[in-house]
């Protein structure tokens, strides 16, 4: 069952990936806004994950049982299982090292959806992990949530 979830919102996202962006009746200036804040937010998560406050990275993400996240384990549901899984991953400063995120595609789909892909670098003493992402964003209330993340 799990698997079908995993190729479900692959191809939710592989097929966003070819959605053109268009008049929404949305002014530029919130179109280029919704940028920036996701920007911020992201280098709020760095500087929490750097300081080794795992609650303060999550901050950006839906806080609900309807979070998605893929990772190498597959899907989890939910924010508290996917916090539960970083502490469990991340017990400490030293194994959570040091984040840093790149994005580097932005599609707005829609006036209250956004697409960002980007790469992640985890530098610690001993190694180095990296990898991509692509996250789907939803304004909720004014503000920008991670609703599904898919991490690898």
Same mark, same amino acid.
């Given at each position: !069952?799990? =698997?079908?979830?995993?190729?479900?919102?692959? /191809?939710?996202?592989?097929?966003?990936?070819?959605?053109?962006?268009?008049?929404?009746?949305?002014?530029?200036?919130?179109?280029?806004?919704?940028?920036?804040?996701?920007?911020? /937010? !992201?280098?709020? @998560?760095?500087?929490?994950?750097?300081?080794?406050?795992?609650?303060?990275?999550?901050?950006?993400?839906?806080?609900?049982?309807?979070? *998605?996240?893929? %990772?190498?384990?597959?899907?989890?549901?939910?924010?508290?299982?996917?916090?539960?899984?970083?502490?469990?991953? +991340?017990?400490?400063?030293?194994? !959570?090292?040091? *984040?840093?995120?790149?994005?580097? @595609? +932005?599609?707005? *789909? %829609?006036?209250? +959806?956004?697409?960002?892909?980007? =790469?992640?670098? *985890?530098?610690?003493?001993?190694?180095? /992990?990296? %990898?991509?992402?692509? /996250?789907?964003?939803?304004?909720?209330?004014?503000?920008?949530?991670?609703?599904?993340?898919?991490?690898?």
């Amino acid at each position: !069952m799990n =698997k079908w979830w995993v190729i479900i919102v692959l /191809l939710v996202v592989v097929s966003c990936t070819n959605i053109e962006v268009r008049d929404t009746g949305v002014d530029t200036a919130v179109n280029t806004d919704w940028k920036a804040n996701v920007d911020e /937010l !992201m280098s709020s @998560q760095e500087a929490s994950w750097n300081k080794g406050d795992l609650d303060g990275f999550m901050a950006p993400y839906l806080n609900s049982d309807s979070l *998605l996240f893929v %990772g190498s384990r597959g899907l989890t549901k939910g924010w508290n299982e996917t916090l539960t899984n970083y502490k469990r991953s +991340y017990p400490t400063t030293e194994k !959570m090292g040091k *984040l840093h995120f790149a994005n580097s @595609q +932005y599609k707005l *789909l %829609g006036v209250d +959806y956004a697409l960002v892909i980007g =790469k992640w670098e *985890l530098l610690r003493t001993n190694d180095t /992990l990296s %990898g991509s992402y692509s /996250l789907i964003w939803k304004k909720i209330d004014g503000e920008w949530k991670i609703i599904a993340d898919h991490s690898s």
